[in-house]
């Protein structure tokens, strides 16, 4: 075999740190068969070297406890490093620096090694260990091993190799809830102890690390069916159909190999047994994946029972998806949460490449729903939200997704793009049982997590790039902030901002006869006096909803006045569109210096002024303190001028420098406490580090260019 042959069936190649004997080498490393092939280069002809890894072991090195005396391999803190044993010799290393291509390598060595366990291990694991060295062929006698196929009986031990003895109770007592949620049937007066189940089997696997390989292990015998068993006395032929008469299989399969379509055997349970199995696999392949030798085994498993002709075969079908988005993403922190499990119970995801959907909120009261999968990370989220709604990515917009609380539904918490949205959803689902037990009263059984995407950041630099829809949520968010008082305007201006948003609602003004079809079920209880006429309770909704509460007047004349004034600024907005009104009303609302920044209500601890209410007002140009009724600024602050800031105890503390940029002048820095709640002090710290992190990113962007 030439060279270019020999290339062209590589399993996997790259660049690769070898170590042995302790000496460091960068070598271009290249898999083929059961070879573990380096040269100096890619261009080389001729390698420095080869192992055989026949019947050689394989396994990651845990750094975490050892010593620079432990092992004769150095590696940098962020290195992964792999020792492979051959047969006879001694271990060489191999240090890799990102855990995606650790990951792909040492499932690819392992592959080779033929699972690197020989005759060691378990009886199931010997199994596996057998398939792998016949490379999984479909006819190899191993396939149909009683120790790999279903059984009604309780284990009598663990399937893998387990350090402790408590742990191989658990994994018997894992096998038991597993049997048990594949026996509940499906049914409503069921789902809550069938969710219960998944929820105790997944989540101790979560807390014991050592009990996802078992798992997987215990999973695949369960959903592997029993082959069929043939009559005695007849003839195996007459089995056949169209397959030749004198060529015959004794133990037919589907025609792609599947093994679910086959005439069922005595020894295999229910349908919906097995189904349920392949629903309880499904669920824990968004959460983690096995070791490496069970890793390969799984795979296999998932594609001999691939087929879009059974119920079973098509959760096999979406599993070898998620297993593969799992690979890519990493293992989740939490259990599944009760939305998970019934999106995976009630409907096979095998219709549905995204098999969850949740609404997300916008403040204009309208809502998009969008699907993901056990897998997607929040970044991954917000794209497809983004996409379906034309909105900028969120670098540029400054939107961002936030949740309620579920202890203080008026309390929103930003989601970091990192994490798995699913994580976020059993997390707020976990907690509210919490909540609902520390304020004595009863939990919500229908409250769920809310989804709010809404502006975080605002850029002036970035205005002319906004999309039509961030800004009509950007006036929504506007009139809050108006509404909360946290904006300066008089009652002339206040009318005019509010009449903009009844035309961007309601459109144009319609005529007294036509204002008496507005349903009551759109205007508020307080507002339904019969002494009102439809007119003016659908005005009194627009002003509760719009216009600022400060400037609501109790007496009858002024309300009259005021509802008049309304009316006749938005009659004179007839025939503008939503558009035009949108940019009309954040023209003027951008007047105000401090517009799109975020007004947190603080204490100021010291003398910086007379009134201890004050606004801290988190901006992108910096931090300033505004008067809390006037909303004057008091005193303002470049984040060039900040030294650090953050949490202290219980106050918020910035220390900063007003004299930081002046040359020649002594530096004297000082200390500004704000008392705020907690929530509010963490949420001011991340935002204020956001807007520093973006400056810091666009000053590098520029010197750059």
């Not at 060279?3 to 490393?29: D, M, P």
């Not at 205005?463 to 968010?477: F, N, P, S, W």
Request: charged share 20%.
């Amino acid at each position: 075999m030439t060279i270019h042959q020999a290339r062209a069936k590589e399993t996997i190649s790259g660049w690769l740190v070898k170590t042995r004997n302790g000496r460091r080498k960068r070598r271009w490393c290249v898999l083929i068969g059961k070879m573990f092939i380096y040269y100096r280069s890619p261009a080389d002809q001729t390698p420095l070297g080869q192992i055989n890894l026949q019947d050689a072991r394989v396994e990651e090195v845990d750094h975490s406890f050892e010593t620079d005396s432990d092992t004769d391999v150095v590696s940098h803190s962020s290195d992964y490093t792999l020792a492979v044993w051959p047969q006879n010799g001694g271990p060489t290393y191999l240090l890799i620096p990102v855990k995606q291509k650790k990951d792909s390598w040492l499932y690819h060595l392992t592959v080779a090694c033929g699972g690197g366990l020989g005759k060691i291990g378990t009886e199931y694991e010997q199994l596996i260990a057998k398939l792998m060295a016949v490379e999984g062929d479909s006819s190899a006698p191993f396939w149909k091993d009683p120790v790999a196929l279903y059984t009604k009986e309780p284990l009598a031990r663990s399937l893998t190799t387990l350090p402790s003895e408590d742990l191989q109770k658990k994994a018997l007592d894992l096998f038991k809830q597993c049997y048990a949620f594949m026996h509940t049937v499906v049914e409503s007066s069921q789902l809550d102890a069938l969710i219960s189940l998944a929820q105790s089997v997944l989540g101790q696997c979560l807390q014991l690390p050592e009990l996802q390989t078992e798992f997987f292990c215990q999973m695949i015998r369960q959903t592997s069916r029993h082959p069929h068993q043939q009559k005695s006395g007849v003839p195996n032929f007459l089995l056949c159909g169209s397959h030749s008469w004198f060529q015959c299989d004794s133990s037919p399969t589907s025609p792609n190999n599947s093994m679910t379509d086959l005439s069922d055997s005595k020894l295999n349970p229910a349908p919906h047994v097995l189904v349920q199995g392949w629903q309880l696999l499904t669920m824990a392949i968004s959460l983690f994946v096995p070791k490496q030798s069970v890793l390969w085994y799984l795979r296999m498993h998932l594609r001999r029972n691939s087929d879009a002709r059974t119920e079973a075969g098509k959760y096999a079908i979406f599993c070898q998806c998620a297993l593969e988005r799992t690979l890519q993403n990493g293992s989740r922190e939490r259990r599944p949460s009760r939305m998970e499990i019934l999106s995976i119970l009630l409907r096979n995801p095998y219709h549905h490449s995204q098999p969850i959907s949740i609404p997300v909120h916008f403040v204009n009261g309208s809502y998009q729903v969008i699907s993901f999968d056990g897998s997607t990370t929040v970044q991954e989220f917000i794209l497809s939200l983004n996409k379906a709604i034309n909105t900028r990515d969120c670098a540029l917009s400054g939107f961002a997704l936030f949740t309620d609380d579920p202890n203080s539904p008026e309390l929103e918490h930003c989601l970091k793009v990192h994490l798995k949205l699913c994580d976020v959803i059993s997390k707020w689902e976990q907690a509210l049982p919490l909540a609902a037990a520390e304020r004595g009263v009863r939990i919500d059984a229908v409250r769920t997590v809310k989804l709010t995407y809404k502006n975080r950041l605002y850029f002036k630099n970035m205005v002319r790039m906004e999309t039509e829809r961030e800004r009509l949520l950007l006036a929504y968010q506007t009139n809050e902030e108006i509404i909360a008082g946290r904006f300066p305007l008089n009652q002339e201006l206040a009318v005019e901002l509010t009449a903009l948003m009844a035309q961007i609602e309601y459109g144009d003004i319609k005529p007294l006869s036509e204002m008496a079809l507005v349903p009551t079920s759109k205007l508020f209880s307080d507002k339904t006096s019969p002494n009102h006429s439809p007119h003016l309770l659908l005005v009194a909704q627009i002003l509760e909803r719009f216009y600022p509460s400060r400037y609501h007047c109790s007496a009858e004349d002024g309300t009259r006045l005021l509802e008049q004034k309304f009316i006749e600024k938005w009659t004179s907005l007839k025939g503008k569109s939503v558009q035009d009104c949108v940019r009309v009303y954040l023209t003027v609302s951008r007047k105000w210096a401090f517009f799109g920044a975020k007004l947190f209500s603080a204490k100021v601890k010291g003398q910086l002024t007379n009134s201890d209410e004050v606004w801290l007002a988190v901006s992108d140009n910096g931090v300033a303190i505004l008067q809390h009724e006037s909303l004057k600024v008091i005193n303002s602050f470049n984040y060039s001028c900040v030294v650090t800031f953050g949490g202290c105890r219980d106050d918020l503390m910035m220390v900063v420098d007003d004299r930081k940029k002046l040359k020649n002048v002594e530096s004297k820095s000082k200390r500004l406490f704000f008392v705020m709640t907690k929530p509010k002090v963490l949420e001011a710290t991340l935002l204020i580090a956001s807007y520093i992190n973006c400056q810091r990113k666009q000053e590098a962007a520029e010197t750059e260019s």
